[in-house]
């Protein structure tokens, strides 16, 4: 079953920017099982939107590589307390291609 999650962070889009470039390089640009990501600015931080195929493989790609990078990145683990996650079973779910798009 698909998973979704909504991620919000109070920190800037340069903190983004630097986490995802970490993520990247952790991940050698694989990320086995996610099907959506978007990151956008808001007016307290940024948003990452997920969908994944499902929740083990969302819970082992953070477990493996994302908490490592936003430790590399914030340089502390407390960092990790901050983000505000919110899961949810995605509906109505398409996805007509698989094209990259910057």
Excluded at 14 to 21: M, S
Excluded at 58 to 85: K, Y
């Amino acid at each position: 079953m698909t998973h979704g999650l909504v991620m919000k962070v109070p920190a800037s889009t340069e903190f983004y920017d630097a986490l995802h470039t970490e993520v990247g390089r952790r991940s050698t640009g694989r990320a086995d099982g996610l099907l959506l990501h978007v990151g956008r600015a808001t007016d307290d931080g940024f948003e990452v939107f997920e969908i994944w195929e499902s929740k083990d493989e969302c819970d082992r790609f953070f477990a493996e590589v994302v908490w490592p990078a936003m430790d590399t990145v914030s340089g502390e683990r407390a960092r990790r307390g901050e983000p505000v996650l919110v899961e949810f079973e995605p509906r109505g779910l398409i996805i007509p291609s698989a094209a990259i798009a910057v």
